[in-house]
Each structure stands twice: as structure tokens, then as C-alpha cells.
């Protein structure tokens, strides 16, 4: 499992597994370097190996068996669940309304989970000898920080305060998906 972190995001195009990486934190430098080190070891040992780099992963998805599947973040730093678990008691913060994007929120690509599933038993199918394949996963659609609260509000007849704060150390612009490559 690699990310849609590892690429550089300061571009208004969507990302191909040839786009630039340039990873702007520790995260998306070390999956980089997992990526790296996986093609070289499936290049020397000619095995095969599928780095796939998921975009926004979101939604709960509830099993037959195991009931609701979520991840666990403490302090939650994900869009959706904060805008959940959030509503009109308090206010969510969007760090940043400078960005070069259409509203001035980031915009980024939102995967349902379901969606990552069938995605990664997909992947099996492109298995090549001797070598590692990299596959973006993600919608091929970005969505602002904005635009996720207005349809949440507009689903849900809830509204969402929110706060505006500084710009974070390592968030990007944009992050959308070119999944050409796994779809194809």
C-alpha cells in the first residue's frame, strides 16, 4: 500500500504513475522509499510486485460479519469523519483558503472503500515477472474541501461550521488521480 503523498501535488493536472514524486513529509517519503525498494528487490529477485498509491480512502464500509469497518484516528485528521462526527457543535478547521484551486480549499480525490477493494483484487490481474507495477487508485475526480461540506449539508440537511487556520507543512494544492492504467 503506497499514496497518493508520494507526488509532488502542486499541479492543477491529474497524477499518473509518471507524474512527479516529491513528497512534501515524512509519510509520503517513506512510502516512496518502500516503492523504490520493492522495484528494486522485484527487479534483482525477478519476482513480481504491484505498489498501489491510494488517494483519499473514504468511507466506512459494513461487513456481514465484522460489522462497521473504519479506520481509528486519534486525533482524527481525515476529512469526512471530522465532518461526522463534527456538525454544528463545533467548528472544523480547513487549514488553508489561499490554495490555487477553484474555491480556495484543497482539492483532493475521494476513493470509496468498496471501490479500493475491488481495485486491489483487480490489481492481481496485472502481476508481471520480474518486476514491480505502480497503480494509482482514486476516482479520477477532485473534490474541494467545500465542496465535500456543501454535499454533506445538502444530503444530511445539517450545516457544518467551520473555521479557516494556517496552511499545514506538507499539504499540497491538489491531488486527483489519472487511474487510467489499472482501468485500462
Same mark, same amino acid.
Given at each position: ?22 513528497? *512534501? +513529509? ?12 520493492? =522495484? ?17 480512502? =473514504? ?7 465484522? *460489522? ?5 484516528? +486519534? ?7 471530522? $465532518?461526522?462526527?463534527? *456538525?454544528?457543535? =463545533? ?20 476513493? !470509496? $472503500? ?11 490481474? !496485472? ?7 505502480? #497503480? ?8 474541494? $474541501? ?17 473555521? #479557516? ?20
Amino acid at each position: 500500500a503506497s499514496t497518493s503523498a508520494v507526488y509532488d501535488g502542486n499541479t492543477a493536472e491529474s497524477l499518473s504513475e509518471e507524474s512527479i514524486t516529491a513528497p *512534501g +513529509n515524512p509519510y509520503g517519503e517513506s512510502k516512496l522509499k518502500a516503492d523504490i525498494e520493492l =522495484s528494486n528487490f522485484c527487479n534483482s529477485e525477478k519476482i513480481a510486485g504491484i505498489s498501489l498509491r491510494f488517494f483519499n480512502v =473514504s468511507a466506512p464500509y459494513k461487513s456481514k460479519s465484522l *460489522g462497521w469497518i473504519t479506520e481509528a484516528h +486519534n486525533p482524527e485528521t481525515h476529512l469526512i469523519p471530522n $465532518i461526522i462526527s463534527g *456538525g454544528e457543535s =463545533s467548528n472544523l478547521v480547513i487549514y488553508g483558503n489561499d490554495w490555487e484551486t477553484r474555491d480556495k480549499t484543497c482539492v483532493r480525490d475521494y476513493l !470509496h $472503500i468498496k471501490d479500493l477493494t475491488n481495485a486491489c483484487i483487480l490489481a492481481i490481474d !496485472h502481476f508481471k515477472l520480474s518486476h514491480n507495477q505502480i #497503480f494509482n487508485l482514486g476516482s479520477a475526480h477532485g473534490s474541494s $474541501i467545500l465542496e465535500v461540506i456543501e454535499s454533506y449539508e445538502m444530503v444530511f440537511e445539517n450545516k457544518i461550521n467551520y473555521k #479557516f487556520a494556517d496552511r499545514r507543512h506538507g499539504d499540497v494544492a491538489t491531488l486527483v488521480a489519472d487511474s487510467k492504467k489499472i482501468t485500462d
